[in-house]
C-alpha cells in the first residue's frame, strides 16, 4: 500500500511532481539564461547583435513547432518514455550549443534544445496530473509551478554570474549534470506508461499547426527591432502564422484523429481557462521585459546586477505557490487565481509611478507583491483547467494551454515593446526622467493587460465551483450505495460541459 503524506496525498505524487520540476528548471530556464550572454556572443562568435538574437528567439520557434505534437507522442511512444527520451536529446542538443562554433551552428543547435524543451514540459504536466487526479491537482501542480514562474526571473542571474566569472559555453554545459541527474530519477521514479492506440499522425494538422505557430511567434518577435507591429517583416509572418493555425482548427474540428482536439474547448470552463492562460501570460512574460530594461538603461545598472534586482518577485512567487496550491484544492483554482491576477494587477499601478530615483527599497517591495500574485495565478489557473475535464482529455488539454501561454506572452512583449518604444522616441530618451516616465506608460499598459486576464477567471471559478459541487454530490452518493470497504466513483465520473 502507497504511503500518504500531506493531507493524503501519497508519496508517490510528490516523487513524481519532484522529478518533474526537475526537468521543467532546464527547459525554461533555457529561455531566458543566454539574455545577458548575446553582446558576448555577438562580439566572440563575430555576429551582429540583430543576428545572434535569433539564439533567443531560435529557441523559442523550436518549442513552439513541437508543443502541439506531445499529445500524440505521448500516446504512441508512452508518456514517460517520450519524457526520458526529450530529456535525453536536450542534454544532447545542450552539448552541441556549448561546443558551437558559429553563431549559424548556435542558432540551429538552439533551435534543436527548444524542440526538447518544448517537449519536456507538457509531457511532464501530463503525467502530473494523472497521478494527481483532479481533487489534488492544486497542491501537486504547485510543484512545477515553481520553474514556470521562477526560471524567467533566475535565468538571467545565472546566465550572469556564469557569463562573469566563466564564459558563454557554461550557460549550456550546466543542463548536462541536471539533465543527466533528471534523466536517473525520471527512469526510476516515473510511473511506467505503455504505448496506447494513437491512431495515424494528422500530418496535415501537423503541418498547419507546427507552422502557423511559430511563424507566429516569429513575427511577433521581430516587433522590437523592426520598430513596431507595421513593418512587413512584422505582418508577413504574423499574418500567416494566423491563417494557418485557423485552418488548422477548421481542419481539427472536421478531422476524426485531430492533431489537438480543439473540440475540448466547448467546455466553457476550459474554454476560459484557455482565454486567462493567454492573457496570463502575456502579463507574465510582458511586464518582465521592462523591469531589466528600466534598471539598466535608467538606473545604469549591468545585466547581473538587473537579474538580482529582480529577485525579491521570484520570493514573493515562492511564499505563494504553496499557500495557492492549498487552496486550489479547498475552494478551488478559479477562485484563487482571480484574487492572484487582481493582486498582480494592483501591483503593477505603483510600477507606472517609477521615476529616475524611485528608491530600490520601495520597488521590491512592490515587486514581492507583484510576486505573490503570480504565484497565486499562473499554476491554480491550469489546475483549474485541469479540473474540469476528464482523464482522457488531459493529453490533449495540456500542450494547448502551454502554446496559449506561449502565444500569449509572446504577444504581451510585443505591445508592451511597441508601447516603451514610441514612449520613448518621443522625449523619453532625452533625460533619465523621460526615459522613466515612458517605462510608467508601459507599465499601465501592463496593469490593464493583468486586469483583462480576471475577466474569464472569473468565468473559470464559476463553473469550476459547479463542477466541484456535481462531483461532491456524486462522491456522497456513491458512499450511501456502495459496500463498505469499497471506494466511490464520483471524483473520476465525466464533468459536464458547462
Not at 500531506?6 to 533555457?30: C, E, N, Q, T, Y
Not at 467546455?267 to 539598466?296: D, E, I, K, S, V
Amino acid at each position: 500500500m502507497r504511503k500518504s503524506v500531506a493531507g493524503g496525498i501519497d508519496r508517490h505524487v510528490w516523487l513524481v511532481a519532484a522529478v518533474v520540476a526537475m526537468g521543467s528548471v532546464m527547459s525554461i530556464l533555457a529561455v531566458t539564461i543566454v539574455n545577458v550572454a548575446l553582446e558576448q556572443l555577438s562580439v566572440q562568435l563575430h555576429s551582429p547583435l540583430n543576428d545572434i538574437q535569433w539564439v533567443a528567439t531560435g529557441y523559442l520557434l523550436g518549442m513552439g513547432a513541437v508543443i502541439p505534437l506531445s499529445a500524440w507522442a505521448a500516446k504512441r511512444v508512452g508518456t514517460k518514455r517520450m519524457y526520458l527520451i526529450s530529456l535525453g536529446f536536450f542534454v544532447a542538443a545542450s552539448l552541441l550549443c556549448a561546443f558551437a562554433w558559429s553563431a549559424p551552428s548556435l542558432i540551429a543547435f538552439r533551435v534543436l534544445q527548444g524542440v526538447a524543451g518544448g517537449l519536456t514540459l507538457p509531457l511532464g504536466q501530463m503525467m502530473l496530473a494523472t497521478a494527481a487526479g483532479p481533487q489534488r491537482i492544486g497542491r501537486v501542480m504547485s510543484v512545477i509551478g515553481v520553474p514556470m514562474v521562477l526560471g524567467p526571473m533566475i535565468g538571467p542571474i545565472v546566465g550572469g554570474l556564469l557569463i562573469e566569472h566563466l564564459n558563454w559555453h557554461w550557460i549550456f554545459v550546466i543542463n548536462v549534470p541536471f539533465g543527466i541527474a533528471a534523466l536517473v530519477a525520471g527512469w526510476r521514479l516515473l510511473p511506467a506508461s505503455a504505448p496506447e492506440p494513437a491512431g495515424r499522425l494528422d500530418v496535415r494538422g501537423l503541418v498547419l499547426l507546427c507552422t502557423g505557430v511559430p511563424l507566429l511567434i516569429y513575427g511577433l518577435s521581430r516587433t522590437a527591432s523592426a520598430g513596431g507591429f507595421a513593418s512587413a517583416s512584422v505582418l508577413v509572418p504574423a499574418i500567416a502564422g494566423v491563417l494557418l493555425v485557423a485552418a488548422f482548427a477548421i481542419h481539427a474540428v472536421r478531422a476524426s484523429e485531430p492533431l489537438l482536439d480543439i473540440g475540448l474547448l466547448r467546455n466553457r470552463g476550459f474554454a476560459a481557462a484557455g482565454a486567462a492562460t493567454f492573457a496570463a501570460g502575456a502579463a507574465l512574460y510582458g511586464a518582465m521585459l521592462l523591469l531589466p530594461l528600466y534598471f539598466q538603461t535608467v538606473r545604469g545598472e549591468d545585466a547581473l546586477h538587473a537579474g538580482l534586482l529582480l529577485i525579491p518577485q521570484g520570493v514573493g512567487a515562492a511564499l505563494s505557490m504553496g499557500v495557492a496550491g492549498r487552496l486550489a484544492d479547498r475552494i478551488g483554482g478559479g477562485r484563487v487565481a482571480v484574487a492572484g491576477l487582481a493582486i498582480m494587477a494592483l501591483a503593477t499601478i505603483p510600477l507606472a509611478g517609477v521615476t529616475a530615483d524611485t528608491s530600490y527599497w520601495l520597488i521590491g517591495a512592490v515587486l514581492v507583491v507583484r510576486g505573490f500574485g503570480t504565484g497565486a495565478s499562473i499554476m491554480p489557473l491550469m489546475a483549474a483547467a485541469f479540473a474540469t475535464l476528464r482523464t482522457e482529455d488531459v493529453a490533449h488539454a495540456t500542450p494547448q494551454l502551454n502554446v496559449l501561454q506561449r502565444v500569449g506572452g509572446s504577444i504581451g512583449t510585443a505591445i508592451l515593446t511597441v508601447v516603451l518604444t514610441n514612449a520613448l522616441a518621443g522625449d523619453g530618451s532625452r533625460t533619465p526622467e523621460a526615459a522613466a516616465a515612458a517605462f510608467g506608460h508601459a507599465y499601465w499598459w501592463a496593469a490593464a493587460v493583468t486586469a483583462f486576464a480576471v475577466l474569464p477567471a472569473l468565468y473559470l471559478a464559476h463553473v469550476e465551483r459547479r463542477e466541484r459541487g456535481r462531483r461532491a454530490a456524486l462522491h456522497a452518493v456513491d458512499r450511501e450505495i456502495l459496500p463498505a470497504g469499497r471506494e466511490p466513483l464520483g471524483a473520476d465520473r465525466e464533468p459536464i460541459a458547462a
